[in-house]
Each structure stands twice: as C-alpha cells, then as structure tokens.
C-alpha cells in the first residue's frame, strides 16, 4: 500500500512541477476566466490520494490530502463530501456536520452532499429540514434511491404510514438489490397489521441478504403475529443454520413452545441453549418453571437447587424451590426457603402465604397468626396483609377476628371489592345469608363486571328456595360475563332444580360437568350431587347412583363423605 501511495505522490509533485506557474490557487482565478485545466488536474491528484488513503483507514493523512485538493477545486462538493464522511467516521460529528454546510455554501446542487445534510437532518430528528433537503435533491436526480430511503424514513417516524410505504416502495424500484430497502417496507406494513405482506417483503429481505439478522426476526414475529408457529420456528432454524449457537434465537424457538404450553420440546429447546451455554441461568431458571407446570415437583427442586449453586440465590429462585418443596410435602425445607423470600423482600405477599399453607398443613396454623399480625402491623398501608391475616383467622375458624379485621380495613380501603367479597363469604360461612348477600351486592356496586358476587347472590338464592327468577337473571348475567363457567352452569342448574324443571336442571349440571373436565378442573363433587338429586326427580334412580358414586370417591371432607353414602344407601335400599 506505501508503495503505491509513493508512486502516487511522485507522479503528483511532477505535475507540479510541470504545471509550475501555471497552477493557480482558485482564489486567485476570477469566475470569467477559463478553468485552469492544469490547476484542475492537481487537485484531481490531491483528491485521488485522499481517497485511495480514505479507503485505507489512514483519515488524517486523507484529510491532509483532501484539504489540499479544496484549495485547487473549482467545484470542491466531492471533497467536502469525503471530509464529512471521514469525520463522521472518526466520531467528530460538528465537523462532518461543518464540511457538508461549507459544501453546500460553494456547490449547493451536490447530491451527495445534500443526501448527507438529509441523512444528518434525519439522525437528529430535524424533519422538516431534512424533507426540504432531500426533496431538492430529487428535484435535481429523480432517482436517487437513497433520497426516498430517508423521506420513507421520516415519514414511518411520523407515523404516516401510507406516506411511507409510498417512499420505501419508490425506494425498492430504483434500487432492487439493498436488502434494507425490502426490510423497511416490511417494518411499514407490519405497523399497518398488513402482515401478510410483511411477510412477503421480509423474505425478499432475507434473500437479499442471508445473514440479515433482523430480517429473520421480523419475519419470525409476523408468522407468530398470524399463529403461524410453525413458520415462526422454522425461521429460527434456518437461522441457526448461518448462525449456530446463536442464544436469542434459540430462546425465540424455547418461549413459542412455552407458550403453547408444549412443556417437552419447551425442556427440549432450553437444554439445547445449555449445551451452547452450560452456564445460561435464565434457561435453568426455565425448565424449572416448566417442571412446575407440569408437576414433576422433584425435577423442578433439582433446576431450582442448581440455579442457587450457579449463583442464581435471588429471591424468585428461592420461592419457586420453596413451592417445589410445599408440594413434595417437604414442609421444613419449604419453610426455610419461604422465610428467606420475605426476610430479603417482605413486600412478597404470595410467600407469606405459602407459609399460611404449610403452617396450616403442619397443624400449626397459631404460628402463621402470630408471623402475619407482626405483619400487618409493620404494613398498615398495605390491603393485602389484612387479606393475609384474615384469611389466616378463617382457616383457625377465628371468623370473629377475620370479621373484625375487615371492618378496620374499610375506611382505609374504601373501594376494595376484595374487602366485602370476603366479608361476604365469611357471611356465608357462619350461614349469615343476609348478611353476605349485603356484601356481594357491594361488590355488584363497586364493579358491575365481578361475575363470581353475581353468581354467589343467585346461588345462595336457589339454595335456600326464595327469589329463583332474581336468581336465574344473577347467574345467567354471572354466565354472560364468563361464558361456560363450570361452577356458574351449575347454579343455573340448581336455580332450575329449585324451579322444578328438572330436565332443564340436568341439561346443564351435564354441561358444567364437562366444562370443568375441558378445562382439566377438578370436578366439585357437589355437582355431581346435584346431578344426582336431579336424577333421582326423574326417577333415573341408576344414573343417581352413578352421580353419587363418583361424588363420594372425590369427596374429602369426612362428614360431607358421610351424608353422601348416607343418601347412596337410602336410594340403594329403596332400588
């Protein structure tokens, strides 16, 4: 390279020394003169060295040489234009942005330097300067492609879509191979939810350029944008392909299977991200999430326990271990865990109720009692530990305090629904109907849209006989709020049952019996109950039998067990 930039320094200085006297500085040639050809021909050389060296990388000696080449211009738009990309180069932005302004003071009809004071306009978010710019440059080269680049650019920024994809399309016509020029259309229609043809210019871009990393992406996410998963994933794989190992895609590919809830190739794609990264924290973290979904408690302490010996002991990973304990019955080991959650953040209000649970699994429900009220008393400010406590209260049948404890929180909550919906159930417990049914019309009153308050007023309705057209109105608008709720087909069910029209009873327990194995819930023996006091109205004593049957081998409660095969033995010795 030295070589030739010498030789190329020695042709000059002989054209200098040729043009000798002849080579005048252009300050000195008055505008009606002829050019100088000589004068023309040195800064031409001066110009082709600063750009050879340019090329190279060595910008101060380009300068130099650029520099020198304005001096012997007549028309210096060329080297203007190379000084502000230079300086761009270098990071020295006010002097870029000096050489396209001197540029343009001695040739304001140079393309690339207004496509460079368009492009700088731009980058600072100056739109309406940049607009002006580039406009006149078309004005003078109608088909300048990037010009149309730019004027796509702002227009996207501002929002005008149809503006933009106008410009980006006139963009992609003059200049059919830039692999930007498909992208950035693409970008457009994806904002206008056009993501079919989003689709369409993405994969023109990933022709274009197959290693164009965000073209893959876009692509990827307009197929998951049309549930097309499938496309989304094999995306990413062909990306992988160019770019094995490459962690974010691998995690794409990891999450769409997540969320569809297709929890073995999700384990799959996160042990895969683990044999790139043996220590990626965030897969482990993953596959113990999915352990837990899935309930294989044992594997999830496993990738939990790991996190914590990969340096991974924040306080979600211990949380998530001590749910993978609570259920393995491991209470002690759950305990430990649950009391170092709330001893780095006692905001967690989930954690003190798993201990709730394990206190009351324990038979040691007084010990949670006395860690929440030491609670609540710290946190007056917060709903949620009077929710806590309370709940603790009721699980010891201390519904007095729980009664209590609400009645304080309501002044300082004042339009919680939480507070008189749980008021309303203790109500209930205690078989205070009224008295809940208060409550929940309170509920109704804060939030017309709170189906559970309107199912719980119909229900308590058909269940004590009274009111049953109130009663069909509350459950059906509990149904129109969420449509085949098991629990709310069932007291519509029951709301028919109490009306006497037992066909229309079993036409819907049947209904909310087969919604709650849709939706993979564990089926309320009272429904079955319910299906059976309906069967047996019909004289349909086997299928009675049936529904009892059931009901008892689900039931847990011991007296609840006891009345049902009380019943069974009634209707069995009756048969």
Same mark, same amino acid.
């Given at each position: 390279?030295?070589?030739?930039?010498?030789?190329?320094?020695?042709?000059?200085?002989?054209?200098?020394?040729?043009?000798?006297?002849?080579?005048?500085?252009?300050?000195?040639?008055?505008?009606?003169?002829?050019?100088?050809?000589?004068?023309?021909?040195?800064?031409?050389?001066?110009?082709?060295?600063?750009?050879?060296?340019?090329?190279?990388?060595?910008?101060?000696?380009?300068?130099?040489?650029?520099?020198?080449?304005?001096?012997?211009?007549?028309?210096?738009?060329?080297?203007?234009?190379?000084?502000?990309?230079?300086?761009?180069?270098?990071?020295?932005?006010?002097?870029?942005?000096?050489?396209?302004?001197?540029?343009?003071?001695?040739?304001?009809?140079?393309?690339?330097?207004?496509?460079?004071?368009?492009?700088?306009?731009?980058?600072?978010?100056?739109?309406?300067?940049?607009?002006?710019?580039?406009?006149?440059?078309?004005?003078?080269?109608?088909?300048?492609?990037?010009?149309?680049?730019?004027?796509?650019?702002?227009?996207?920024?501002?929002?005008?879509?149809?503006?933009?994809?106008?410009?980006?399309?006139?963009?992609?016509?003059?200049?059919?191979?830039?692999?930007?020029?498909?992208?950035?259309?693409?970008?457009?229609?994806?904002?206008?939810?056009?993501?079919?043809?989003?689709?369409?210019?993405?994969?023109?871009?990933?022709?274009?350029?197959?290693?164009?990393?965000?073209?893959?992406?876009?692509?990827?996410?307009?197929?998951?944008?049309?549930?097309?998963?499938?496309?989304?994933?094999?995306?990413?794989?062909?990306?992988?392909?160019?770019?094995?190992?490459?962690?974010?895609?691998?995690?794409?590919?990891?999450?769409?299977?997540?969320?569809?809830?297709?929890?073995?190739?999700?384990?799959?794609?996160?042990?895969?991200?683990?044999?790139?990264?043996?220590?990626?924290?965030?897969?482990?973290?993953?596959?113990?999430?999915?352990?837990?979904?899935?309930?294989?408690?044992?594997?999830?302490?496993?990738?939990?326990?790991?996190?914590?010996?990969?340096?991974?002991?924040?306080?979600?990973?211990?949380?998530?271990?001590?749910?993978?304990?609570?259920?393995? @019955?491991? +209470? %002690? !080991?759950?305990?430990?865990? =649950?009391?170092? &959650?709330? #001893?780095? *953040?006692? $905001?967690?209000?989930? /954690?003190?109720?798993?201990?709730?649970?394990?206190?009351?699994?324990?038979?040691?429900?007084?010990?949670?009692?006395?860690?929440?009220?030491?609670?609540?008393?710290?946190?007056?400010?917060?709903?949620?530990?009077?929710?806590?406590?309370?709940?603790?209260?009721?699980?010891?049948?201390?519904?007095?305090?729980?009664?209590?404890?609400?009645?304080?929180?309501?002044?300082?909550?004042?339009?919680?629904?939480?507070?008189?919906?749980?008021?309303?159930?203790?109500?209930?417990?205690? @078989?205070? +109907? %009224? !008295?809940?049914?208060?409550? =929940?019309?309170? &509920?109704? #009153?804060? *939030?017309? $849209?709170?189906?559970? /308050?309107?199912?719980?007023?119909?229900?308590?309705?058909?269940?004590?006989?009274?009111?049953?057209?109130?009663?069909?109105?509350?459950?059906?608008?509990?149904?129109?709020?969420?449509?085949?709720?098991?629990?709310?087909?069932?007291?519509?069910?029951?709301?028919?049952?109490?009306?006497?029209?037992?066909?229309?009873?079993?036409?819907?327990?049947?209904?909310?019996?087969?919604?709650?194995?849709?939706?993979?819930?564990?089926?309320?023996?009272?429904?079955?109950?319910?299906?059976?006091?309906? +069967?047996? !109205?019909?004289?349909?004593?086997?299928?009675?039998?049936?529904?009892?049957?059931?009901?008892?081998?689900?039931?847990?409660?011991?007296?609840?067990?006891?009345?049902?095969?009380?019943?069974?033995?009634?209707?069995?010795?009756?048969?």
């Amino acid at each position: 390279m030295i070589k030739k930039i010498l030789t190329t320094t020695i042709i000059l200085i002989f054209f200098i020394a040729i043009a000798g006297g002849c080579a005048l500085n252009k300050s000195m040639v008055k505008s009606e003169y002829e050019k100088n050809p000589y004068q023309e021909a040195v800064s031409y050389l001066y110009y082709s060295i600063g750009y050879m060296l340019e090329l190279y990388n060595d910008y101060d000696s380009a300068i130099e040489f650029l520099d020198s080449s304005i001096k012997y211009s007549y028309d210096p738009g060329p080297e203007y234009s190379e000084l502000a990309e230079i300086y761009t180069e270098k990071g020295v932005t006010a002097q870029a942005d000096d050489m396209i302004r001197k540029g343009l003071e001695e040739s304001p009809d140079n393309i690339q330097l207004l496509l460079l004071s368009g492009k700088e306009d731009v980058l600072k978010g100056n739109y309406k300067e940049a607009k002006d710019t580039l406009e006149k440059l078309i004005s003078i080269e109608p088909v300048s492609p990037q010009a149309f680049f730019y004027l796509g650019v702002i227009a996207y920024q501002e929002n005008d879509f149809t503006g933009a994809e106008s410009d980006f399309l006139k963009n992609i016509a003059l200049d059919q191979e830039a692999a930007t020029s498909y992208y950035n259309i693409a970008l457009v229609y994806s904002q206008k939810e056009d993501y079919e043809k989003a689709i369409e210019y993405y994969k023109k871009a990933v022709e274009k350029d197959p290693q164009y990393f965000k073209a893959y992406l876009g692509l990827a996410k307009s197929y998951e944008l049309q549930g097309q998963d499938e496309d989304a994933i094999q995306v990413y794989k062909d990306y992988l392909e160019i770019k094995p190992g490459d962690i974010e895609i691998m995690n794409y590919i990891a999450d769409i299977y997540y969320r569809n809830s297709e929890w073995e190739k999700a384990i799959g794609a996160y042990k895969e991200i683990l044999k790139t990264d043996d220590k990626n924290k965030d897969a482990v973290y993953s596959i113990g999430q999915v352990y837990l979904k899935i309930k294989k408690y044992k594997e999830a302490s496993r990738e939990f326990s790991k996190l914590e010996k990969m340096g991974g002991n924040d306080t979600m990973t211990m949380y998530y271990l001590g749910i993978a304990y609570e259920e393995m @019955k491991k +209470y %002690d !080991k759950a305990l430990e865990k =649950f009391m170092s &959650v709330i #001893k780095e *953040n006692k $905001k967690l209000v989930n /954690a003190y109720y798993h201990i709730g649970y394990i206190y009351e699994a324990k038979d040691e429900i007084k010990e949670a009692i006395k860690l929440f009220e030491q609670t609540l008393s710290e946190n007056k400010d917060n709903e949620d530990f009077y929710h806590m406590l309370a709940s603790a209260y009721m699980d010891d049948k201390q519904y007095d305090k729980a009664l209590k404890l609400y009645e304080e929180a309501k002044p300082l909550f004042k339009d919680s629904e939480k507070i008189y919906f749980n008021m309303g159930l203790i109500y209930d417990n205690l @078989k205070e +109907y %009224d !008295k809940a049914i208060d409550n =929940f019309k309170q &509920v109704i #009153k804060i *939030n017309p $849209k709170n189906a559970e /308050a309107y199912n719980y007023i119909g229900y308590t309705y058909a269940d004590e006989g009274k009111n049953l057209d109130e009663a069909y109105e509350l459950v059906k608008k509990a149904l129109e709020l969420s449509k085949d709720n098991g629990f709310y087909l069932d007291s519509l069910g029951w709301v028919y049952f109490k009306k006497g029209m037992y066909k229309e009873a079993i036409e819907q327990l049947t209904k909310a019996l087969d919604s709650m194995d849709k939706a993979k819930e564990t089926i309320d023996p009272l429904v079955l109950e319910h299906a059976a006091d309906a +069967y047996m !109205k019909l004289k349909e004593f086997g299928k009675a039998k049936e529904e009892f049957e059931k009901a008892i081998k689900l039931e847990k409660e011991k007296d609840k067990k006891k009345d049902l095969q009380k019943q069974l033995d009634e209707l069995e010795n009756n048969l």
